[in-house]
């Protein structure tokens, strides 16, 4: 089984490369399942205490670990709740044991700083009105909004290089998703078993 961990501020593309990959993989007949934020995310949303993160990892984990697909993608699993809980990597050994023997690849999507703000709004015309809302949370204007998910990036970056798994960076700022979609499929899941 092969597992992929996408991680990303909003907007970074998470959800359209998945799409992309969801495409590739049903193309190619592989055996797949995409655990999406609703999973990994929306459950504890709003509960940032470190033990609870955890908990909810290796619980989450233990379920899907039981399955017996090819490939697992798993949108925000691991980075999101380390930053939300503020933890370290080593808070989160405990995951980190779960997922070791499957040896999974961390893709971290980023964005240029300058253009953080720009995506984040242009976004927000095509999301429904509690998306904005939510991250209009961040910040009493753009500029806070926009400092907020720069931060994000930065620690996402700071932790992506502090973990025991492979991992790469993706530049999705000019918007190349087909092209990343691509790149992810062949050299981190043609070869899936």
């Known amino acids: 089984m092969k597992i992929l961990i996408l991680e990303g501020i909003a907007t970074s593309g998470k959800t359209t490369i998945i799409n992309k990959l969801d495409k590739l993989l049903s193309e190619k007949k592989v055996s797949f399942s995409i655990i999406d934020e ?7 949303l709003k509960n940032r205490d470190k033990d609870a993160n955890l908990s909810f990892i290796e619980t989450l984990l233990m ?13 925000r699993l691991y980075l999101t709740h ?4 503020v933890s370290s990597p080593k808070d989160f050994m405990p995951a980190a044991k779960l997922l070791m023997p499957y040896k999974p690849t961390f893709i971290l999507l980023t964005v240029k700083e300058e253009k953080i703000m720009e995506r984040i709004y242009k976004t927000a015309k095509v999301r429904e009105c509690s998306w904005l809302e939510f991250v209009q949370q961040k910040g009493n204007d753009e500029e806070e909004v926009a400092e907020y998910y720069i931060d994000q990036q930065k620690k ?5 290089n502090n973990i025991e798994f492979e991992s790469v960076r993706f530049d999705t700022t000019d918007n190349n998703f087909d092209q990343i979609s691509k790149e992810i499929y062949t050299n981190y899941l043609h070869n899936h078993n």
């Open 38 to 44: 609703e999973q990994t995310l929306m459950p504890i």
């Open 63 to 75: 379920k899907v670990l039981k399955s017996k697909k090819d490939v697992l993608i798993f949108d």
């Open 82 to 85: 380390i930053y939300r809980s």
């Open 156 to 160: 996402f970056v700071e932790l992506i």
